[in-house]
């Protein structure tokens, strides 16, 4: 009534709108979203120095190699770097997971829980569970999932017999990060059109957030 009539007043509001975007409004949200950015990146390198520094490094890595494999999961793998970020710090942080395997581990951990739900937490879990006994994980693990071959097993197994621990346990680590990806990806197949469609629109959502 103030404006007489709804076609007036749609007019007063877009105009009223339209002055509200401009190049100073356009460019304060610039610097918020920059703002953000740095400060979420500032948060991340700080968690992995954390996670470096309480485990005794024992992946034997630093802040900026964990900033490349995030980087790199997000652009070659379709999974937001702080989603990566978040699943590295963890495995970090168990002090069981080497350098050389904290890459596919986390996307193994990702996609899981992308697929069939299962938090990262807990294959972060597993992950480390291996670390530490990788003879008895693998067989614990095998008996769930029937993925290790007898040469994987011998192998694993000849290599904690001589005390190689760190070696066996990449070995176990790295075939069962093979087989999960593997799993998920079969999983991811034979969704249908519905759920594969809503994979995405979540996926698109968060890596614009």
């Known amino acids: ?29 610039a610097v918020g979203a920059m703002t953000y950015a740095w400060y979420k990146g500032r948060q991340e390198a700080e968690a992995y120095g954390t996670a470096i520094i309480m485990s005794g490094n024992a992946a034997n890595t630093s802040i900026g190699r964990l900033q490349d494999m995030a980087r790199g999961i997000d ?20 002090g069981r997971v080497g350098e050389e395997s904290l890459a596919k581990v986390a996307k193994a951990a990702l996609t899981m829980e992308q697929v069939t739900g299962q938090a990262v937490g807990d294959t972060v879990k597993q992950f480390a569970e291996l670390g ?13 999932f029937h993925y290790l071959t007898a040469s994987v097993l011998r192998q ?22 093979k087989a999960m990806q593997e799993r998920a990806d079969q999983v991811k197949a034979q969704l249908g059109t519905v759920e594969r469609a809503w994979q995405s629109v979540k996926s698109a959502a968060r890596e614009s957030w």
Do not use: C, H
């Open 1 to 29: 009534d103030m404006f007489g009539g709804v076609v007036p007043a749609a007019r007063a509001l877009g105009g009223y709108v339209a002055g509200m975007i401009n190049p100073l409004t356009v460019g304060a949200a």
């Open 156 to 177: 694993i197994k000849a290599l904690e017999d001589l005390g190689r621990i760190e070696e066996a346990a990449k070995v176990a680590q790295d075939a069962y990060a």
């Open 75 to 94: 652009k070659t793998w379709g999974i937001t770097q702080g989603a990566a970020a978040d699943a590295l710090v963890q495995l970090v942080t168990t």
């Open 132 to 144: 530490k006994e990788p003879l008895k994980a693998s067989i614990r693990l095998d008996d769930q």
